[in-house]
Every structure is written in structure tokens, then in C-alpha cells.
């Protein structure tokens, strides 16, 4: 099976388990779990729930049994993006091309769409008793999530990115709040699929290190897509973020020293993944990712 195919494959996984999961739309709450959906479904490339699958089977292990964190770690992410967007917050009114949550619904819809998300994230982790993953491994796992998206991960890294913004910052200061607010879940995707393999302590830190790397990379591309990009990432004009006067990698260190940056990062991801077992499919996205053109 090449790259892409496999790639696909874990997407279908994913994709027909998240409509299983989805709310119920025959209740009273008809309209916030629509916006749920809308958000879920409009096109996100899903690569931290493909993470977290492809982690556990490097491992050998079933991964119906990752399935529910994949889901989890999945919902995390699109709840931040809804609120990622709010007037309040970057005040964005397309996302992957199509109009933001609180365009398409409104604003109070799109807050209480995002919180769905989050606490329904912890109701479908749970989920993972029922894929034969025992109650020890899914509260390290509920650990790991709530840590790295609450105030030491996401919710860190979003606060530290608003006080940035007025008040500026040198190379260092981004580099945290790069790992809080985008490493930090890619760090718990990975890690959840090594606690779905059970693997040992050694390779629960690798993992760890690997998508710290990893996720830095990734940050240092967004930034740098947003000026290279033929759409970029938020599906906003290219630019958009360096005419708003954004922190970032591409305004610090200049658009050639970013992209060296992303290399670096995506180097010592590479160095880490090699000390890992069968991990040719994470080799391949690892390298996607530091070249993607969105
Ligand atoms: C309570 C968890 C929680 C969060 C609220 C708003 C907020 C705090 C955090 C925002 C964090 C954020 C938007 C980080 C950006 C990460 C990033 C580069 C997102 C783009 O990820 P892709 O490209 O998105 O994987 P797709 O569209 O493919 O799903």
C-alpha cells in the first residue's frame, strides 16, 4: 500500500467512526450539534487522529483500540479551531475556505459548539473500554489529553500567543508558546497511541520527543505557508498573518531562516524515529508535512 492510500485508509477509519459518535441531532440542542458536525466534517486533513492510529500499529497493535483517542484527540482540535476563530479570539470568518462556525451559525452557537467539543472528547475517550483497553491506560490517556489542552498545552499556548501580540516577544518566547498552543496536542495524538499499544516508558519518550519535533515543524510550515501558500492554512489570503502583525517564525527570523527552522525541527523528529520499530508509514508523513503545499 503506498503513503497516500495508507494515509486514506486511516482517514475512512476515522471519518466513519466520528459520524457514529456524533451527536444526536433529534433533541432539543438540535442547533449547537449541528455546528458540531458542520465543524467536524469540513474538510480537516485529520493528521493527529492518523497519528494516533499509525503510532499504535508501528506497535503491532489492533488499532480498533486507538480509535477512541484518535476520535478524542479529533474533537480537541476542531473545538479549538471554532473558538481559534471567534471575533474575540483571531477574529476569522473563513476556515478551510468555507465560513467559520460563528459565520455559518453565530457567535453564542459556535462557544457552546466548541465546549461540546471538548467535554465530548472525554465521553468518547472513554469509549476505549469498550475497544479492550483496560481502566489504568485510558486514565494515563484522559491525563495526557486534559494536560496538553488545558493551561501547560492549548490553552497555555493560545493565552501566551494574545500576550505576544501586544506586547512581543524574542525567539525563545515563541518557541513555548509554538509547543503549547500546536505541538502540545500532536504530543498527546502520539503519545495516546503508544498508551493504546501499551508501550514501555523507553518508547513512551521517544514518542513524546519525536512529536515535540514534529509539532514545531509543523507550526514553523503554518507560518511559513502563510506566506507561500497559494491558500493558506485558515483557507484566509496568503500573508494575512504578517499584515496583521502576528509573531511568528516568518516575522522573527525572515521567510529562509523559518523554513531552515522547519528543517531542523523535522530532522530531530527524524532522529527519534529512528530509534522506533517499524516506522516507515511515519517516516513518509513526517517528510509530507515539513513539504505540504495547505
Ligand atoms: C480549550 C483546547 C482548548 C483550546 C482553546 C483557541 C485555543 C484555546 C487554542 C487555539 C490553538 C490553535 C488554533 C492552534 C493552531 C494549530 C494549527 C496549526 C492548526 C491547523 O491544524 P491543521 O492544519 O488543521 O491540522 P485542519 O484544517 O487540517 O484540521
Known sequence: MSFKEKYNMYVDMVNSELKNIL???????????????????????????????????????????????????EFI????????????????????GQPSCHIKYDEATAVLAGDGLFFSAFEILLLAKKFGVNESD???ACDLLSKMSGIDGMVGGQTMDMFIEQNGADESMVEVMQQRKT??????????????????????????????????????????????????????????????????????LGLEKAKMKAKKYTENAISELNKLPNNQFLMNLTKFLLNRDH
Open 23 to 73: 451527536p444526536s441531532t433529534h433533541t432539543m440542542s438540535t442547533r449547537v450539534c449541528e455546528a458540531m458536525k458542520y465543524s467536524l466534517m469540513a474538510g480537516g486533513k485529520r493528521i493527529r487522529p492518523v497519528l494516533t492510529l499509525s503510532v499504535c500499529e508501528m506497535f503491532g497493535c489492533d488499532i480498533q483500540k486507538a480509535i477512541p483517542f484518535a476520535c478524542a484527540v
Open 77 to 96: 482540535h476542531v473545538g479549538s479551531l471554532i473558538h481559534d476563530d471567534l471575533p474575540c479570539m483571531d477574529d476569522d470568518d473563513l476556515r478551510r
Open 138 to 140: 485510558m486514565l494515563k
Open 183 to 252: 505541538a502540545a496536542l500532536i504530543q498527546a495524538a502520539c503519545c495516546l497511541g503508544g498508551v493504546a499499544a501499551g508501550v514501555n516508558d523507553n518508547y513512551f519518550e521517544i514518542l513524546n520527543n519525536y512529536a515535540l519535533s514534529l509539532g514545531l515543524a509543523f507550526q514553523v510550515c503554518d507560518d511559513v505557508l502563510d506566506v507561500t501558500g497559494t491558500e493558506n492554512i485558515l483557507g484566509k489570503p496568503v500573508g494575512s498573518d504578517i499584515e496583521e502583525n502576528k509573531v511568528n517564525s516568518v516575522s522573527l
